[in-house]
């Protein structure tokens, strides 16, 4: 079993910055794919970014390209987000899931955390 804690969300104005952390109990993440989520209001829950186990390959949905960049520190057993020239579409919850396989949706992902919330003002 692997416990994942998200933690980093807040309000941040059109533009600005903010970096998320998913820490992981339990297990080494670094033998687990990991990627990131999000959910708007009334909206599916969306594949944000990945980075695979071992080779570290990162894989990012289109909107994000350029400006979101998902990475892993094995010495802390955690993953980040680091979302920067954010836009009022970014908003939502944003959740780290981590998988034995490889992959953008959701049913892949075999652990996740409760969400952080990310709320960009205009």
């Known amino acids: 079993q692997v416990q994942l804690v998200e933690s980093g969300g807040e309000l941040v104005q059109a533009g600005g910055s903010l970096r998320l952390s998913c820490a992981a109990s339990?297990?080494?993440?670094?033998?687990?794919?990991v990627g990131w989520f999000r959910q708007a209001p009334g909206k599916e829950r969306e594949f944000v970014a990945s980075i695979s186990r071992g080779t570290l390959i990162t894989y990012y949905e289109d909107s994000v390209k350029g400006r979101f960049t998902i990475s892993s520190d094995n010495a802390k057993n955690t993953a980040y987000l680091l979302m920067n020239s954010l836009k009022p579409e970014d908003t939502g919850v944003y959740y780290c899931?981590?998988?034995?396989?490889?992959?953008?949706?959701?049913?892949?992902?075999?652990?996740w955390g409760q969400g952080t919330q990310v709320t960009v003002s205009s």
């Open positions: 899931a981590c998988t034995t396989r490889w992959g953008r949706q959701t049913v892949t992902y075999e652990y």
């Open positions: 339990g297990r080494t993440l670094s033998t687990y794919g």
